[in-house]
Each structure stands twice: as structure tokens, then as C-alpha cells.
């Protein structure tokens, strides 16, 4: 009995020893997100429009069949950094005249109303996802997330977070632009 | 010419070491001594050699040497003095040479001052630590030689990260590894001890200030650490269950096991096979915390430039160190005789419930750091385990733990009378439920577990004075009756007051600041005024100021309560130029009830920034400097405890001591 025991962490020791071995693999990157999404096409979903906002809703037929490539934005009024990513999307849809599509994530209705009240509505459709049930399909992490989305419903982008400062504003920017909805020329 | 000597310094270092492996352990399977003795030169000649290696790193630091990759890759020339040092150790390749410098001063540290220890087993344990150094000597020559150089030198360096141009950087390394590696000496005693197949008082007394040295630089390592996040990084929180965070937590709270059990050891000749077991594990998960943070292993916020190879290396070297030493535990531990008996409720019964829980909590938080790892492994799928786990897991086992810590030193060896017990503690008992009661009414609710966490606090320290007060009989006799026993009383019994104490003063810290805290995060404009928690701050603007090797955006804040001016707060948001990067410098003002503790992030949009617009964290954390006042106690307790005169003085006898305690002294 006490020779087992006495064994026993080594045995652990050797378990874990295998898993660090695995883990040093060095096509492996802890830090990678995986978005199974890329090039795939879009999840179905169907969500109301949000109550108190005179904006339609959102569905997995409004992603296809759109002139251009359409901006998935997904977004929540308890977000602070979407509020600071709010006027980058506001000039997405004015300056460049992007069709920009939302999410309101897990808000309360009366919340996301005031929100968009007070900041404006760039949002041509938004879908209430009150329950998380459309985020889930998505595969999101976190509030905010934006997803670009070709004419044919395949995603085409992905971005986890704000796109907010000269670098991320520029990665999304370029992102736009390779998937063809705006012209090098606006860069 | 100097680099070259430094790499020649380590290259010789490395040959010493090879010899310290195996002379004085062939001297002392043979009972020669002068084989024996050898290990004194030569772990001294490697403390000296692996010191002029450092030495040299650090000058081509100090110079701007920038033929030197290391300097080029981590440090600039315009760069503060004090962070050019600092940069000495900012790197994967100039830590590790600060790892095997801390290795080699334990060892030469033992040479000198272990004259008690009897010479086998100073000669064995030399031997082990000479492995060690063995090991990561030439992982360092082999795979990270910090001397490498560069042709054509380049005009001037990379920078160093400005996140770790912190005075917190320049010392929070060198004290945690000072813990880390200080735990190298425990366990090249505790394989020294297999080794030999006997451990009894006389090796836990030997180990025991070695034990402390290290437990109190680890702590104090954590701890700056935290404090360095809370103050530096303006993340406005002081623990985040990092990855990286938590290697360095778990061999502190094994190692707090170890000081705990080795008591048992030393003063009943009992827990043998655990504390040996302990002292082995402690060490590994130091190794372990080497290998996470600079294999990348785990995603982390702290991260070494990574590297496989280099992971490989060391996992071969943790391979070899852990699993050998614990085939060799599994080979000799059962043949360890058992050793004094206890009642279930005695102070050896309350040690080992410290130890099992300590145990299991070191557990939990290993299972939580590793699972991503394991999940991945197994399932392919990736997640990851933040705070929620660990304060679901860790702080409800730590609750029975703290209400434990208050009992524990009233009761006796061998046979504690638990109705006598009671009998001393049902004052402070009460009186700490009548604290929290009022506490509650005052706070007006709040979160049960924070009230209950704050009972236990309460009661932790009321405890702990009173089993101090007991002791020197305060109140009961003269005051200068008491003065004169506590002067009489050993340093470790002041110690562990000291140290319990201080971890009841740290978890009010704890409670204030998670439970308590308030956060704004806004939107301001000049003029905009906000309301947090009984302060009224006014925001005055945001002006562009210029640093030595930054520039930086700097707010400015006026803080009033009830209308008086309290103080301005100019929180930063700094760019560097060179190393193109930012860093946010919080603004607080500090008090013993709280911290209020201010931080700029940049500019909502572009438009916004026209406008004066900015984004703006206040929080209010109360209580949280007591986190660092309780740290201090726990660190000056454990000072306390080794200056005790039984580490000092005289040889300990080797033979088992029949023990003839019967009071509860140390």
C-alpha cells in the first residue's frame, strides 16, 4: 500500500510530462481563436427587429443577395467599447457607403433604443438577440465582434473587438477592401 | 573582450558544477572527507564565476554595448540608467543567467553558513544542487548564450518593452526567482535525505531556515508583482489568475505547506515521507513555472520571446529532475519509519488538515492552469479558465483553512483538550461575530461570502493576538511581567503571530478591494464631473507633455469630497516612439481606507479627440493598501521566525529526541 502511494506522483508527474510534450508541438498556437466560419456560409438565424426602434430586423436572408459585401456588426448598450467603435461604424455608412447590418446582443430593448438615440442609428437592419441563441451560432466571444459577409452569405471576416484606433480601423479597412466592398482608391 | 569572458566565466562554471555532481557524492558513499569537503570550493568558485558572467551582462548593458544581440534586442541607449540594468534580466536569455545566479548563490550560501550541518549530508545536498546547475548551465551555453553578437553593430537598440520600464520590473524578478530557485536548496536537501534514506528533527531544523529564506522571497516576489500590475500596469487590480500568475502561486503555497509540516518533523519526528514530498514538489512546480513561461505552453499576458527548442530542453531537463527524484522518493520513501503518534485533535492533527488543504488547493489551481492544455489535448477544443473557476474553487477552501489557522496554535502536541480550547477562544469568537454583524449594518448588506470572509478575518487576527496575549500573559500578570516573557518567548513563536496576523490584515485587503470596489468607465469631455464613491472628480482636459523617451497625453483631474478640494490626479497615456508601443499610467491617491485610482485610455474616435473627448476608468478600491501592509507582516514574520536562536546555535544532535513538549510552544 505505501509503495503505491509513494508511486503515485510519479505516475502524475509522468501524465503531465506527456501532455507538456504534446503541447510543445510547434505548429500549435495557444493564442489563436478559431473561427470555423471563414469561407463558410453564414449561419441560419432569424431575430426580431428591437422593440422601440424603427429599424427592421435581421435574418440569414438579408446577408445574401446584397450588391456589395455587407459589415455584421455585433453590439450590446452595456459594451463600453462599442460605444467608442460606434462612430468608426457611423463613418463606415456615411463615408464609404457600406451596407452595415447588427446584432444587439443580450440588451434589454429599452437600453439599446436609448443607445442608438443617443448616439444614431447607422444600422440599416438589427436583429435582438435576446437570448444569445444567434451569438451562439455565430461562435462569438465577446461584445463587440464584426463580421464581413460576401454577396452569396459566405463569411468572408472576422474581427474579435473593437475596431477602434488607427490599427485595428486600418486591418478592417484592408479587409474591406480585399473583399471588395470599397475600392483601394478610399483606403 | 568582455562578453567573451562572461561566456568563458559560464563555460567554467559549467565544469565546476560537472565536478561539485560528483566528487563530494563519491566522498560521501565512501566517508571521505576531504571529497567531501571539495564541494565548498567549488560551489563557491561557481557562485564566482557565474557572478562575473552576470557582471559583464550587465555591463554591456550599462555601456550600450550593441554588438551584443541581447543589449540590441532589450535595450536602448537612450534609456533611464536604472532600466538598462533592469534590462539585464528583461530578457529570456539574461533571466535564465539571473536563475542560475540565484542557484549558485543557495549553494555557495550553504557552504558557508551550514557549518551545523553534519558533512554527508552538506556534501550530498551540494552534490544535488550541483545537478541542477549542471542542467541549466548547459541548457543556457547550449540553447540561450545571453553573449552572442552581432556584426555590423546596428546604431542603437530595440528598446526594452515600456511596460517593464518600471522600478516594479527592476526588483519583482529578482525576488521571485530569489523564492523559485531558493526552493533549488529544499529539494537538493530532500533528495540528499533519500539519498541517504534518513530524515529526522535534525535535517527539518538544517532546512528550515533555507525554507524560510525562500518562502519569504517568493512572497515578497508575488507581491510586487501585484503591486506592479495594480500600480504600473493600470489594469486597476492587484490578481488576475494568469497563467504565469499562478506557477508563481502554487510553489508558494506548497512551499507554505512545507514550513508548516516541516515543524511536524522537526518537533514530533513525524510527517517524514510528506515534507520530503513537499520539498520535492515544491521545487518542481518552480520548474514547472520555468517551463510555462518561456515554452509557451498557455496563452498569457506575461510571455519570453518562445521558442520549442528551447521548451524541448527544458522539459528534458524536468523530465530528469522531477521524475527522477520523485522514482527515487517511490523507491525510498516507504521505507521511512513513521514517527510520533496523535490523537485526532492535536496540533499535529491541525498541521495536517493545513496540509491537505493547502495540498488540494495547489492542486485546484495547477488543474485550472493546466485544463486549457489538457482540454485541447483531449477534445480539440479550446477554452479558456479565467477568475470565475478559481474564486469559485480556491477562496471556499481557503475560508476552512483561515478558520483553522485560528484554533490551530492554542492546540497541544499530541493531545489537544478541545472544551479548554474553546474556553480561551469563546470571547474573541464572539466578539468577532459581533464586528461583522455591525460591519453588515454599516456596509448596509453586501455579498454573504465577502461578510463571512470578513467574520473569518476578524477572527483570524483577534485569535491570533489572543494566543499571543496568552502566551506572554498579558493582563494577567504585570506588564512588565509580560514584557519580560515576551522577550523570553523564541523569535518563531513572535514570527508565526506576526505572519498569521498579517495574513488576516492582507484578506481584509483581499475582501475590501473585490467585494467592495467601484468602477466608472465613461465618456468625458473638459468640464464633465463625475460622482464615485462619496469623491466628486472634475475632468480639466488632456495636454501633450514629453518624457526622456516617450510622449505622453496627459489628463488632469481635480478630486473633491463635499466640495473641499482632496487632490489632482493626472493619469497618463504614454506613447514610445521607438519601441512603438503604449502604456497607460494610472493617477491614484492612496489612503489607509482606499484607493482612488484614475486611468485615460485614448480617444473615442477621431472626431472625438477634436472635441476633447476621452475615455475615462475611475475606481475606488477600498481597503486595498492593506494587501500590501499584510504582505509586510507575512515577509517580516517569517525574518522573525529564522532569526529564531534553535537555527542558530549549536549542532543538533542526530539522534530522534524524545520530545517533552507538553505546553503548545514552538
Redesign the interface.
Known amino acids: 500500500m ?2 503505491i502511494l ?2 503515485t ?2 505516475l502524475i ?2 501524465v ?2 506527456g ?8 505548429e ?1 498556437d ?2 489563436e ?2 473561427s470555423v466560419l471563414i469561407s463558410q456560409p453564414a449561419p441560419e438565424f432569424a431575430l426580431e427587429p428591437v422593440a422601440g426602434v424603427d429599424t427592421p430586423g435581421l435574418a440569414r436572408s438579408d446577408l445574401t443577395g446584397n450588391a456589395t459585401p455587407v459589415v455584421m456588426n455585433v453590439f450590446a448598450s452595456w459594451c ?1 467599447p462599442c ?2 467603435e460606434h ?2 461604424l457611423t ?1 463606415l455608412v456615411q463615408r464609404d457607403d457600406i451596407t452595415l447590418f447588427g446584432i444587439n446582443y443580450k440588451d434589454k430593448p429599452e437600453d439599446a433604443a436609448r443607445w442608438l438615440a443617443e448616439l444614431g442609428n447607422p444600422y440599416a437592419r438589427i436583429g435582438s438577440d435576446q437570448s444569445g441563441r444567434a451569438g451562439i451560432e455565430w461562435g462569438i466571444s465577446g461584445v463587440p465582434e464584426t463580421f464581413i459577409i460576401g454577396p452569396d452569405g459566405t463569411v468572408l471576416y472576422r474581427y474579435v473587438g473593437p475596431v ?2 488607427e490599427d485595428a480601423v486600418g486591418k478592417f479597412r484592408e479587409a474591406l477592401v480585399q473583399s471588395g466592398a470599397i475600392s483601394r482608391e478610399d483606403l | 573582450m568582455i562578453p567573451e569572458i562572461g561566456h568563458f566565466a559560464l563555460a567554467l562554471a559549467l565544469a565546476l558544477a560537472i565536478i561539485q555532481s560528483i566528487i563530494p557524492l563519491l566522498g560521501a558513499n565512501k566517508g571521505r572527507l576531504l571529497w567531501m569537503q571539495s564541494a565548498r570550493a567549488t560551489s563557491i568558485g561557481q557562485l564566482a564565476l557565474v557572478t562575473v558572467a552576470f557582471a559583464a551582462l550587465m555591463r554591456s548593458f550599462v555601456i550600450s554595448d550593441f554588438t551584443v544581440v541581447n543589449v540590441v534586442e532589450n535595450s536602448h541607449s537612450l534609456k533611464p540608467m536604472l532600466y538598462k540594468i533592469a534590462g539585464t534580466w528583461g530578457s529570456h536569455e539574461g533571466s535564465l543567467l539571473l536563475w542560475v545566479l540565484i542557484l549558485t548563490l543557495f549553494g555557495a550560501g550553504v557552504s558557508v553558513f551550514g557549518s551545523n550541518i553534519a558533512e554527508a549530508l552538506k556534501a550530498r545536498t551540494l552534490a544535488v544542487q550541483a545537478w541542477i546547475s549542471t542542467g541549466f548551465l548547459s541548457f543556457m551555453l547550449l540553447t540561450s548564450n545571453p553573449f552572442d553578437r552581432m556584426f555590423p553593430p546596428p546604431e542603437d537598440g530595440n528598446d526594452l518593452n515600456p511596460l517593464l520600464q518600471d522600478v516594479g520590473l527592476a526588483l519583482h524578478p529578482p525576488f521571485l526567482y530569489l523564492g523559485y530557485v531558493g526552493f533549488s536548496i529544499v529539494f537538493s536537501f530532500a533528495v540528499a535525505a533519500l539519498l541517504e534514506g534518513r530524515v529526522d528533527a535534525a535535517w527539518a531544523r538544517w532546512v528550515r531556515p533555507w525554507t524560510l529564506a525562500a518562502w519569504m522571497c517568493l512572497t515578497a516576489g508575488i507581491v510586487l508583482g501585484s503591486w506592479w500590475a495594480y500600480y504600473e500596469l493600470g489594469w486597476g487590480g492587484w490578481w488576475f489568475w494568469d497563467p504565469v500568475e499562478n506557477v508563481s502561486f502554487m510553489p508558494w503555497l506548497l512551499g507554505t505547506a512545507l514550513l508548516h509540516s516541516a515543524i511536524v518533523t522537526e518537533k514530533r519526528d513525524a510527517f517524514k ?1 510528506w515534507t520530503i ?1 513537499l520539498a ?2 515544491t521545487f ?1 512546480l518552480s520548474l514547472l513555472g520555468t ?1 510555462v513561461v518561456r ?5 498569457s499576458v506575461h510571455a519570453f520571446a518562445v521558442d ?1 527548442e528551447r ?2 530542453y527544458i ?1 528534458f531537463l ?2 530528469l529532475s ?2 527522477g527524484s ?2 527515487l ?3 525510498r ?2 521505507m521511512m519509519e513513521a514517527g510520533g503518534v496523535f490523537k485526532p485533535i492535536s496540533r499535529e492533527a491541525g498541521l495536517l488538515v493545513n496540509n491537505l488543504i493547502l495540498g488540494v488547493a495547489t492542486g485546484t489551481v495547477l488543474f485550472g492552469t ?1 485544463y ?3 482540454l ?2 483531449v477534445a480539440d477544443d ?1 477554452i479558456s479558465v479565467g477568475a470565475p473557476f478559481f474564486n469559485a474553487t480556491f477562496v471556499p477552501m481557503m475560508l476552512p483553512l483561515v478558520l483553522l489557522m485560528g484554533v490551530g496554535p492554542f492546540l497541544s502536541w499530541k493531545r489537544a483538550d478541545l472544551p479548554g480550547v474553546w474556553q480561551r477562544v469563546r470571547f474573541v469568537a464572539i466578539l468577532s461575530i459581533v464586528a461583522t454583524l455591525v460591519n453588515w449594518y454599516l456596509q448596509e448588506g453586501g455579498p454573504l461570502l465577502a461578510h463571512l470572509s470578513i467574520l473569518l478575518a476578524i477572527w483570524l487576527f483577534l485569535a491570533t493576538l489572543r494566543e499571543w496575549a496568552m502566551r506572554i500573559r498579558l493582563f494577567d500578570v504585570p506588564l512588565s511581567d509580560s514584557w519580560h516573557r515576551a522577550r523570553n518567548l523564541p523569535r518563531a513563536a513572535h514570527g508565526m503571530t506576526m505572519a498569521h496576523a498579517g495574513l488576516a490584515v492582507a484578506m481584509f485587503g483581499f475582501i475590501g478591494s473585490s467585494a467592495w470596489k467601484v468602477e466608472e ?1 465613461v ?1 468625458v469631455a473638459p468640464g464633465t464631473t463625475i460622482e464615485i464613491a462619496g469623491f466628486e472628480v472634475d475632468f480639466d482636459g488632456v495636454e501633450r507633455v514629453r518624457g526622456p523617451n516617450y510622449f505622453a497625453d496627459r489628463g488632469t483631474l481635480s478630486v473633491m469630497k463635499g466640495g473641499n478640494p482632496v487632490t489632482t490626479l493626472y493619469p497618463e497615456r504614454r506613447y514610445y516612439p521607438i519601441a512603438e508601443s503604449s502604456t497607460t499610467e494610472s493617477a491614484i491617491r492612496s489612503t489607509l481606507a482606499g484607493d482612488l485610482y484614475a486611468s485615460i485610455a ?1 480617444p ?5 479627440e477634436l472635441s476633447g473627448a476621452w ?1 475615462l476608468r475611475i475606481l475606488y478600491e477600498p481597503l486595498v493598501n492593506f494587501i500590501w501592509l499584510g504582505s509586510a507582516m507575512l515577509i517580516l514574520g517569517g525574518g522573525l521566525s529564522m532569526s529564531d536562536r534553535r537555527l542558530r546555535i549549536g549542532a543538533p544532535k542526530r539522534k530522534s529526541v524524545p520530545a517533552t513538549t507538553t505546553a503548545p510552544a514552538e
Open positions: 505505501g509503495r509513494a508511486l506522483p510519479l508527474a509522468v503531465f510530462g501532455f507538456f510534450l504534446w503541447g510543445l508541438n510547434p500549435r495557444p493564442n481563436v478559431p463600453v460605444r467608442a462612430a468608426v463613418s477602434v484606433g | 515521507s514530498l520535492i514538489l518542481s517551463f515554452s509557451g505552453l498557455l496563452t520549442p521548451g524541448l522539459l524536468l523530465a522531477i521524475g520523485l522514482a522518493y517511490a523507491w520513501a516507504p493546466l486549457p492544455l489538457f485541447e489535448a479550446k468607465v465618456f485614448e473615442a474616435s477621431e472626431d472625438a475615455t
